[in-house]
Nanobody, 121 residues
Framework: QVQLVESGGGSVQAGGSLRLSCAAS????????MGWFRRAPGQEREFVAA????????SYADFVKGRFTISRDNGKNTVYLQMNGLKPEDTAVYYC??????????????WGQGTQVTVCA
Protein backbone atom coordinates (compact mmCIF):
# COMPACT_ATOMS: atom_id res chain seq x y z
CA GLN A 1 0.00 0.00 0.00
CA VAL A 2 1.25 3.48 -0.91
CA GLN A 3 -0.28 6.74 0.28
CA LEU A 4 0.04 9.87 -1.83
CA VAL A 5 -0.59 13.46 -0.73
CA GLU A 6 -0.46 16.34 -3.20
CA SER A 7 0.19 19.98 -2.36
CA GLY A 8 1.10 23.21 -4.09
CA GLY A 9 -2.05 23.94 -6.03
CA GLY A 10 -3.64 27.37 -6.14
CA SER A 11 -4.66 30.25 -8.36
CA VAL A 12 -2.29 32.00 -10.74
CA GLN A 13 -2.44 34.41 -13.64
CA ALA A 14 -1.91 33.14 -17.16
CA GLY A 15 1.80 32.90 -17.90
CA GLY A 16 2.61 32.23 -14.27
CA SER A 17 4.14 29.21 -12.56
CA LEU A 18 3.29 26.70 -9.87
CA ARG A 19 5.13 23.71 -8.44
CA LEU A 20 3.09 20.74 -7.30
CA SER A 21 4.49 18.24 -4.83
CA CYS A 22 3.42 14.69 -4.08
CA ALA A 23 4.63 13.05 -0.89
CA ALA A 24 4.60 9.26 -0.91
CA SER A 25 4.56 7.01 2.11
CA UNK A 26 3.99 3.35 2.85
CA UNK A 27 5.47 0.26 1.31
CA UNK A 28 8.66 0.91 -0.74
CA UNK A 29 7.64 4.06 -2.66
CA UNK A 30 10.88 3.90 -4.65
CA UNK A 31 9.56 0.74 -6.38
CA UNK A 32 6.94 2.83 -8.12
CA UNK A 33 7.02 4.92 -11.21
CA MET A 34 5.09 8.12 -10.64
CA GLY A 35 2.71 10.11 -12.76
CA TRP A 36 0.63 13.28 -12.79
CA PHE A 37 -2.85 13.39 -14.25
CA ARG A 38 -5.51 16.07 -14.37
CA ARG A 39 -9.26 16.37 -14.68
CA ALA A 40 -10.84 19.57 -15.92
CA PRO A 41 -14.51 20.30 -15.17
CA GLY A 42 -16.76 18.14 -17.31
CA GLN A 43 -13.85 16.28 -18.88
CA GLU A 44 -12.19 12.91 -18.52
CA ARG A 45 -9.05 12.52 -16.47
CA GLU A 46 -5.97 12.77 -18.70
CA PHE A 47 -2.30 11.91 -18.47
CA VAL A 48 0.09 14.81 -17.93
CA ALA A 49 3.56 13.42 -17.16
CA ALA A 50 5.39 10.42 -15.73
CA UNK A 51 8.81 9.67 -14.27
CA UNK A 52 10.62 6.38 -13.86
CA UNK A 53 11.63 4.88 -10.53
CA UNK A 54 15.15 6.27 -10.78
CA UNK A 55 14.07 9.60 -12.23
CA UNK A 56 16.23 9.11 -15.31
CA UNK A 57 13.30 8.74 -17.75
CA UNK A 58 10.32 11.01 -18.21
CA SER A 59 7.29 11.18 -20.46
CA TYR A 60 4.94 14.08 -21.21
CA ALA A 61 1.63 14.72 -22.88
CA ASP A 62 2.07 16.84 -25.99
CA PHE A 63 0.09 19.73 -24.56
CA VAL A 64 2.62 20.28 -21.70
CA LYS A 65 5.91 19.60 -23.46
CA GLY A 66 8.30 22.48 -22.98
CA ARG A 67 6.19 23.99 -20.19
CA PHE A 68 5.97 21.33 -17.44
CA THR A 69 8.79 19.34 -15.84
CA ILE A 70 8.36 16.23 -13.70
CA SER A 71 11.06 15.16 -11.27
CA ARG A 72 11.47 13.11 -8.14
CA ASP A 73 13.61 13.03 -5.02
CA ASN A 74 13.73 9.45 -3.77
CA GLY A 75 15.50 10.51 -0.59
CA LYS A 76 12.41 12.54 0.29
CA ASN A 77 9.89 10.18 -1.36
CA THR A 78 8.53 13.19 -3.21
CA VAL A 79 7.59 13.84 -6.82
CA TYR A 80 7.31 17.32 -8.29
CA LEU A 81 5.56 18.90 -11.23
CA GLN A 82 7.00 22.28 -12.16
CA MET A 83 4.46 24.11 -14.29
CA ASN A 84 5.57 27.18 -16.24
CA GLY A 85 3.75 29.24 -18.83
CA LEU A 86 0.38 28.27 -17.41
CA LYS A 87 -2.70 28.75 -19.57
CA PRO A 88 -6.38 28.99 -18.59
CA GLU A 89 -6.92 25.58 -20.21
CA ASP A 90 -4.53 24.08 -17.63
CA THR A 91 -7.20 24.68 -14.98
CA ALA A 92 -8.01 21.31 -13.43
CA VAL A 93 -7.66 19.11 -10.41
CA TYR A 94 -4.20 17.54 -10.58
CA TYR A 95 -3.64 14.04 -9.26
CA CYS A 96 -0.47 12.20 -8.35
CA UNK A 97 -0.37 8.46 -9.02
CA UNK A 98 1.96 5.51 -8.46
CA UNK A 99 2.46 2.53 -10.75
CA UNK A 100 4.49 -0.48 -9.72
CA UNK A 101 7.87 -0.71 -11.49
CA UNK A 102 7.19 0.66 -15.00
CA UNK A 103 5.98 4.13 -15.94
CA UNK A 104 3.15 4.56 -18.40
CA UNK A 105 0.12 6.65 -19.33
CA UNK A 106 -2.45 4.42 -17.63
CA UNK A 107 -3.01 1.51 -15.21
CA UNK A 108 -1.76 3.24 -12.09
CA UNK A 109 -2.17 1.47 -8.78
CA UNK A 110 -2.52 4.28 -6.23
CA TRP A 111 -3.89 7.81 -6.38
CA GLY A 112 -3.75 10.94 -4.31
CA GLN A 113 -6.74 13.07 -3.43
CA GLY A 114 -5.90 15.82 -5.92
CA THR A 115 -5.01 19.50 -5.75
CA GLN A 116 -6.82 22.30 -7.56
CA VAL A 117 -4.98 24.48 -10.06
CA THR A 118 -6.81 27.52 -11.41
CA VAL A 119 -5.30 29.73 -14.11
CA CYS A 120 -6.93 33.10 -14.66
CA ALA A 121 -6.83 34.85 -18.02
Amino acid sequence: QVQLVESGGGSVQAGGSLRLSCAASGRAPSNYAMGWFRRAPGQEREFVAAVSRSGSSTSYADFVKGRFTISRDNGKNTVYLQMNGLKPEDTAVYYCAARLFVMGVSNYDYWGQGTQVTVCA
